[in-house]
């Protein structure tokens, strides 16, 4: 079923990034795209390191797993378990990002030079336009799911000192 939504979400990332590029790829150039690419690059590259230090943090045998997949242990816990296959899916969209950025950065100037891009750069801005922020969808969607993340911990922070004070008293 996690499947299915992931692939859900990216297809509507997709159409929702098509269909604002459709409506103002005439309007804006494709140069204005580089500070948003470097913004991205940047964002993606902080996510992916902070729920890699939250995914260490709140699961230090990943660590040794990445060594040694054998000794990987079990979870205890639904919540935990969640918790981290959720920053797992955040560091792998931060991650999945980064590359197409990559692949972006590279690729275009070459295709620049092809004469059937040159034919049909209104096809090929339409999609590079779409593709950009359909990009900018999934690390937003990253940068949320982060700030979940913190709120839920600062929520069960919150929740375990109510009820070690409520314990407190009851001892007393």
Known sequence: MDAFIWTLKQVAFLIIGIAVAATFSDTV???KFSPVLATLQNISAAVFTLAGIWVAYLYPEAITALANPKKVKLLEGIEATQRIKMLVLTI???AFVL????????????????IFVKEY?????LFYFGFILYLVLN?????LRIMGANIDFIHSLSYRKTEQEIQDKLNK
Do not use: D
């Open 29 to 31: 150039a494709v140069s």
């Open 92 to 94: 792998f969209t931060s």
């Open 99 to 114: 590359i197409w950025i990559l692949m972006l950065n590279t690729l275009k100037p070459i295709f620049e030079s092809f």
């Open 121 to 125: 750069s209104y096809w090929f801005k």
């Open 139 to 143: 690390q937003v969607w990253s940068v």
